[in-house]
Nanobody, 125 residues
Framework: QVQLVESGGGLVQPGGSLRLSCAAS????????MGWFRQAPGKEREFVAT????????SYAGLVQGRFTISRDNAKSSVYLQMNSLRPADTAVYYC??????????????????WGQGTQVTVSS
């Protein structure tokens, strides 16, 4: 079982930036895909971004394409989400997830078998 711990959430003004981090322990980090999802109050959890085990491939939800960047450092067993040009609609709890059975990018929540506890991101003036 992989344990995931997110950090970096907080309150930011519209147009601002935040960088989320997720540290993993257990398993061979470079062998599995990682993803970020988010859940706003009253809404279902939605896909944000994913990156393959090798970091060669990434995929983004349309709403964040061009504003968010996912990256990973396999030497540090960590994945990151750089969020720029933040909007109030980006307010949500952000979760990192590991797909330990897949090395390629995964965009469906059911493909992930380990989840972090979440970190709150609030975009407001």
């Amino acid at each position: 079982q992989v344990q995931l711990v997110e950090s970096g959430g907080g309150l930011v003004q519209p147009g601002g930036s935040l960088r989320l981090s997720c540290a993993a322990s257990g398993g061979t980090f470079s062998r599995y895909a990682m993803g970020w999802f988010r859940q706003a109050p009253g809404k279902e959890r939605e896909f944000v971004a994913t990156i393959s085990g090798s970091a060669m491939t990434t995929s983004y939800a349309g709403l964040v394409q061009g504003r968010f960047t996912i990256s990973r450092d396999n030497a540090k067993s960590s994945v990151y989400l750089q969020m720029n040009s933040l909007r109030p609609a980006d307010t949500a709890v952000y979760y990192c997830a590991a797909a330990t059975e897949n090395t390629n990018v995964q965009i469906t929540a059911s493909d992930y078998d380990s989840w972090g506890q979440g970190t709150q991101v609030t975009v407001s003036s």
